[in-house]
């Protein structure tokens, strides 16, 4: 029973475009929203979050949208740069969840220059 | 700042041996967890631990043992290395047990069971 899921495997943009990763999840008691990023070889570092309070967060490039009534949240990378070429994983947690958070299989970005 | 350390970086090990992968956080948190990463699942939830003394059980426990006698430290055990068992494990920490923090992660033990 895979609660988040990233149905995306691969994704590729052309440098300067704009990227959308997409995100949805089943269990409306999630509250909490999380993008990782992961280059090869080395561990998921954090990159940007949402409060179910929210539908709307912003930190320079990145941007994440979340449509609870959908259940589905996205990440918007504009412009998108060769240096973002990584593999992106969202992830979801809520009290319910015991502070567990329950990760999608990923995407894997690519930009091209 | 050396944040979540994980040793070794890689192991290759025989069907039935036995292991223990390291990994210590200097950061003073109190939340630690396991990750394994496949191919097309993502990554899952092994075991995590709240606090000294305290451990629980993620989505997928069978196969490993886990202690956490210091804040620092929360050694993967396992017991009796299967195939299945081929991986990457991540070890990630957190501030607090409360679930709206990032978490840091480790860079990774890559693990092959022949």
């Known amino acids: 029973d895979q609660q988040v899921k990233q149905n995306s495997p691969s994704l590729s943009v052309q440098e300067g475009r704009i990227s959308i990763l997409n995100c949805d999840y089943t269990?409306?008691?999630?509250?909490?929203f999380l993008w990782y990023k992961k280059y090869p070889a080395e561990g998921p570092t954090f990159l940007i979050s949402?409060?179910?309070?929210?539908d709307k967060n912003e930190d320079g490039r990145f941007t994440v949208f979340l449509n609870k009534s959908a259940k589905h949240l996205s990440l918007h990378i504009v412009p998108s740069q060769p240096g973002d070429s990584a593999v992106y994983f969202c992830?979801?947690?809520?009290?319910?969840?015991?502070?567990?958070?329950?990760f999608g299989q990923g995407t894997e970005l690519s930009v091209k220059p | 700042n050396a944040g979540v350390t994980q040793t070794p970086k890689f192991q290759v090990l025989k069907t039935g041996q036995s292991m223990t992968l390291q990994c210590a956080q200097d950061?003073?948190?109190?939340?630690m967890s396991w990750y394994r990463q496949d191919p097309g699942m993502g990554l899952r939830l092994i075991h995590y631990?709240?606090?000294?003394?305290?451990?629980d059980q993620g989505e997928v426990p069978n196969g490993y043992n886990v202690s956490r006698s210091t804040t620092e430290d929360f050694p993967l055990r396992l017991l009796s290395a299967a195939p299945s068992q081929t991986s990457v494990y991540f070890c990630?920490?957190?501030?607090?047990?409360?679930?709206?923090?990032?978490?840091?992660f480790g860079d990774g033990t890559r693990l092959s069971i022949l």
């Open positions: 990630a920490s957190r501030r607090a047990s409360r679930f709206n923090q990032p978490q840091h």
């Open positions: 269990n409306s008691m999630f509250d909490y």
């Open positions: 949402i409060s179910s309070i929210k």
């Open positions: 992830a979801a947690s809520g009290d319910n969840q015991g502070g567990k958070l329950i």
């Open positions: 950061m003073n948190h109190e939340y």
């Open positions: 631990s709240v606090g000294a003394g305290i451990t």
